[in-house]
């Protein structure tokens, strides 16, 4: 039994400029995300690209989203919901 | 174990009113809208309810149905920007972009984005075309994956990624302007230098 040459491979930097978007969306599969992973721990500019766009994801949740509470919008479509037959 | 389907419809529905209204709203721009368009989308998701199958994912479902209704009903009374240029599209634009100025090299990029307004991540989301706008929304606001996204705009994988990256270029494309445009940013520090 041999190993597989994939354990030898490694990322560049373009390879994870490549890849970026679906790491940060976690739709990486295992073995790309290991290699992901291993070009951040000694990459540091990548690292700090990552998780810029890991942050600028997590703000664009957070304040892109519209609370549906106590508010006329949510009696409408409550009431609206309540009599539906 | 019999419910009738009046309340079956209730319990599956209201964990998702918020995410459907909040999503709807980024979508036609108007509260009143958002709000026709929820209704809408639950007159006939209790009209479709026998379509829906137990114990299949009903937010990727009734998302569906939002979808359409909107793409049906409501897409042509929303105002798309106008020409928009694909130019500076490159991967990472706003971190190289704060990257290059004088101002930021010693600060950190991420604390940059709490400069931000919640008005400015959504005026920046709202400009988006709406097809990229959608995908941006599902995912990264909705935290859809990208099999469900590809289910509920009924669109190959390949089409939700190119909407998915292009949409969150053209949003860092918009933030950059902001930045710049609502004085985030300035080249002042180089002026007081000389
Ligand atoms: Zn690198």
Same mark, same amino acid.
């Given at each position: 039994?041999?190993?597989?040459?994939?354990?030898?491979?490694?990322?560049?930097?373009?390879?994870?400029?490549?890849?970026?978007?679906?790491?940060?969306?976690?739709?990486?599969?295992?073995?790309?995300?290991?290699?992901?992973?291993?070009?951040?721990?000694?990459?540091?500019?990548?690292?700090?690209?990552?998780?810029?766009?890991?942050?600028?994801?997590?703000?664009?949740?957070?304040?892109?989203?519209?609370?549906?509470?106590?508010?006329?919008?949510?009696?409408?479509?409550?009431?609206?919901?309540?009599?539906?037959? | 174990?019999?419910?009738?389907?009046?309340?079956?419809?209730?319990?599956?529905?209201?964990?998702?009113?918020?995410?459907?209204?909040?999503?709807?709203?980024?979508?036609?721009?108007? $509260?009143?809208?958002?709000? #026709?368009?929820?209704?809408?989308? =639950? +007159? @006939?998701?209790?009209?479709?309810?026998?379509?829906? &199958? %137990?114990?299949?994912?009903?937010?990727?479902?009734?998302?569906?149905?939002?979808?359409?209704?909107?793409?049906?009903?409501?897409?042509?009374?929303?105002?798309?920007?106008? $020409?928009?240029?694909?130019? #500076?599209?490159?991967?990472?634009? =706003? +971190? @190289?972009?704060?990257?290059?100025?004088?101002?930021? &090299? %010693?600060?950190?990029?991420?604390?940059?984005?709490?400069?931000?307004?919640?008005?400015?991540?959504?005026?920046?989301?709202?400009?988006?075309?709406?097809?990229?706008?959608?995908?941006?929304?599902?995912? #990264?606001?909705?935290?859809?994956?990208?099999?469900?996204?590809?289910?509920?705009?009924?669109?190959?994988?390949?089409?939700?990624?190119?909407?998915?990256?292009?949409?969150?270029?053209?949003?860092?494309?918009?933030?950059?302007?902001?930045?710049?445009?609502?004085?985030?940013?300035?080249?002042?520090?180089?002026?007081?230098?000389?």
């Amino acid at each position: 039994m041999s190993r597989s040459h994939a354990s030898h491979k490694k990322f560049n930097c373009a390879d994870v400029e490549k890849l970026a978007q679906r790491y940060i969306d976690n739709q990486l599969d295992e073995e790309e995300k290991r290699l992901f992973d291993e070009h951040l721990e000694y990459c540091l500019p990548c690292d700090k690209k990552i998780q810029f766009e890991f942050k600028l994801k997590e703000i664009v949740k957070s304040k892109a989203r519209e609370p549906l509470s106590n508010n006329y919008s949510s009696e409408k479509i409550k009431s609206f919901l309540e009599n539906l037959h | 174990m019999s419910k009738n389907k009046h309340t079956l419809f209730s319990e599956l529905v209201k964990p998702h009113l918020t995410s459907l209204f909040s999503t709807a709203l980024r979508m036609t721009h108007h $509260k009143g809208d958002a709000e #026709d368009l929820v209704q809408d989308t =639950l +007159f @006939k998701a209790y009209r479709a309810l026998d379509q829906f &199958q %137990e114990n299949t994912n009903f937010r990727a479902w009734i998302f569906r149905i939002m979808v359409n209704t909107f793409i049906t009903g409501y897409r042509k009374a929303v105002k798309q920007p106008q $020409k928009i240029s694909y130019d #500076d599209m490159e991967e990472f634009f =706003l +971190f @190289k972009r704060l990257d290059e100025n004088k101002e930021l &090299q %010693e600060t950190s990029k991420e604390e940059f984005l709490d400069t931000f307004f919640d008005d400015d991540i959504k005026e920046a989301l709202e400009n988006l075309p709406y097809q990229f706008r959608l995908v941006v929304l599902l995912c #990264d606001v909705e935290g859809f994956s990208y099999n469900e996204i590809a289910s509920v705009i009924d669109a190959p994988l390949g089409t939700v990624m190119s909407r998915l990256y292009r949409g969150r270029k053209l949003l860092q494309r918009n933030l950059w302007a902001y930045a710049k445009t609502r004085g985030y940013i300035t080249d002042v520090t180089v002026a007081r230098q000389s």
